[in-house]
């Protein structure tokens, strides 16, 4: 994990910033590993490495405010590694996830309330890396059960 400062347009807010880093590399300011105990300094990180981003003291909006006619949904999210996160998308009500993923024009995704588990840690609003994603679950209890004429066998 990494702790630092990005600058960004005032009116800019954190996922379009992630989805349009061109070439990939971003500079973080004041940045330290926690867990290291580092002194603060000026670092340049992948754009593609990073997993999960978010603005802890609220000065970065995250995502710009849903359209109209979507509703939240309540989701758990498995990533790479095990880890497991629970929060909500902004999508369309009969909108399926595949659907929804599918038509996200960038490579993070808007995760609102996002808390991780087992101890339901809050994490906030936050930008997630759909590259780090290993499944999506849709937690609603009227969630769509489709029919399918095979089933998936896990890999031996």
Do not use: C
């Not at 290291?36 to 000065?59: F, K, R």
């Not at 790479?80 to 659907?99: I, M, P």
């Not at 009227?142 to 998936?152: L, Q, V």
Request: glycine content about 8%.
């Amino acid at each position: 994990m990494v702790e630092g400062h990005i600058m960004i347009g005032e009116d800019q807010a954190l996922v379009p910033y992630l989805n349009g880093r061109r070439g990939g590399w971003m500079n973080v300011t004041r940045a330290h590993r926690p867990k290291l105990n580092e002194a603060p300094g000026h670092i340049i990180v992948q754009s593609e490495h990073i997993i999960m981003a978010t603005s802890p003291d609220h000065d970065i909006q995250i995502a710009v405010a849903p359209p109209s006619g979507v509703e939240e949904r309540n989701v758990e999210v498995v990533l790479l590694g095990g880890k497991t996160v629970h929060g909500f998308v902004s999508a369309a009500a009969h909108q399926r996830l595949s659907d929804y993923i599918g038509s996200q024009t960038g490579k993070f995704i808007w995760l609102q309330r996002a808390s991780l588990a087992p101890d339901s840690r809050m994490l906030g609003d936050l930008a997630l890396h759909m590259g780090a994603i290993e499944l999506l679950k849709d937690l609603r209890e009227s969630a769509p059960i489709e029919e399918s004429p095979s089933m998936i066998e896990p890999t031996q």
